[in-house]
């Protein structure tokens, strides 16, 4: 089975940058889409990125593009976030997830069931 450890949150002020980790371990073959997620206080969950393993395809919503980007490290086992440009409405936690199968994208949003979910670490964007 397939665990989850997100890293990197914090506190930065607008304009700043993060890179959030996602290390995989145990049966890692069992994956192959890693998604990013957030969720605001308040707010419905947002996908904000995912990589297929399997092909190297990644999505981003149109309102992230440029500012965020994910990779991989394949030595570490390791999904990352790179979080560019931070605004305050982009405070959330954030979740990593992981599912058998490639990313999809359904009306311009991720879609369908991730089985493996980290515990999420919050960003938090403020002056």
């Known amino acids: 089975q397939v665990q989850l450890v997100e890293s990197g949150g914090g506190l930065v002020q607008p304009g700043g940058s993060l890179r959030l980790s996602c290390a995989a371990s145990?049966?890692?073959?069992?994956?192959?889409?890693i998604g990013w997620f957030r969720q605001a206080p308040g707010k419905e969950r947002e996908g904000v990125s995912c990589l297929s393993t399997s092909d190297g395809n990644t999505y981003y919503p149109d309102s992230l593009k440029g500012r965020f980007t994910i990779s991989r490290d394949n030595a570490k086992n390791t999904i990352y976030l790179q979080m560019n440009n931070l605004k305050p409405e982009d405070t959330a936690v954030y979740y990593c997830?992981?599912?058998?199968?490639?990313?999809?994208?359904?009306?311009?949003?991720?879609?369908?069931?991730?089985?493996?979910w980290g515990q999420g670490t919050q960003v938090t964007v403020s002056s």
């Open positions: 997830a992981a599912r058998p199968w490639p990313c999809t994208v359904a009306r311009g949003r991720l879609s369908g069931r991730y089985d493996y």
């Open positions: 145990g049966f890692t073959l069992d994956y192959d889409a």
